[in-house]
């Protein structure tokens, strides 16, 4: 599984746009970049999965560049609700059960 | 969230105590996890099983003992535990073991006094 580099934590307020970078510089052509959200006290929640470009679902976007060394998760509007610990993992997903989350980025929305 | 239950949520037990956990998935996928997240750390695979079948056991020690009696259905039973094996422990099902989202459950936060 490649290793996955992101911020401990980030702050925002309502209303604003929410942007988390993960680093991935050993990703594999194979590799898929997935992210999950985890609250406090609950199991963690996938948000969404891509390989290249833009991905996009109602709950985030998700960009990844052309060379595919890092991702960007972008979060519009957060509301408090939205206070949570967000992960990136990286894995071929044909073959990758092991989902690996490292200590991921804390994400305090305040009002 | 009803796709993955687990019970009970909160337990408090002694090290001399037996207890099982339980994880169901109504979400008809026939791979099933066991994962534990301490305090501060990351969440840390413990079991996998496949069709009922077991197919990884992550170095767990022989003091939690898991059970698959069907695709929907996993226990995870506990005796003599340790303090540090306090901890949520959170069931995750997926629709195939190779490649595929897995969905959590609440967890269940265990205390060993």
């Known amino acids: 599984l490649a290793k996955t580099t992101q911020p401990i934590s980030m702050d925002s307020y309502e209303g604003q746009e929410v942007n988390i970078t993960c680093s991935h510089n050993?990703?594999?052509?194979?590799?898929?970049i997935t992210w999950y959200q985890q609250f406090p006290s609950q199991g963690p929640r996938f948000i969404i999965q891509g390989y290249k470009t833009k991905v996009t679902n109602e709950v985030a976007s998700l960009f990844i560049p052309a060379d595919r060394k890092s991702s960007t998760l972008s979060l519009p509007r957060v509301s408090l609700s939205d206070t949570a610990v967000y992960y990136c993992?990286?894995?071929?997903?044909?073959?990758?059960?092991?989902?690996?989350f490292g200590a991921g980025t804390t994400v305090t929305v305040r009002a | 969230e009803t796709g993955v239950t687990q019970t009970p949520r909160h337990l408090v037990m002694g090290m001399t105590n037996k207890k099982s956990l339980k994880c169901e998935q109504h979400?008809?996928?026939?791979?099933m996890y066991w994962y534990k997240q301490s305090a501060k750390k990351p969440l840390e695979l413990m079991f996998v099983?496949?069709?009922?079948?077991?197919?990884e056991n992550n170095s767990v020690p022989s003091r939690f003992s898991p059970e698959c009696p069907n695709s929907s259905h996993l226990f995870l039973h506990l005796h003599t535990l340790q303090p540090e094996d306090s901890a949520l422990y959170l069931c995750?099902?997926?629709?195939?073991?190779?490649?595929?989202?897995?969905?959590f459950g609440p967890g269940t936060r265990l205390t060993v006094l």
């Open positions: 050993n990703i594999a052509t194979n590799d898929y």
């Open positions: 995750a099902s997926s629709q195939k073991s190779m490649g595929d989202t897995q969905y």
């Open positions: 993992l990286v894995g071929d997903m044909r073959y990758d059960y092991k989902l690996s």
């Open positions: 979400l008809g996928h026939n791979a």
């Open positions: 099983y496949n069709f009922k079948e077991q197919t």
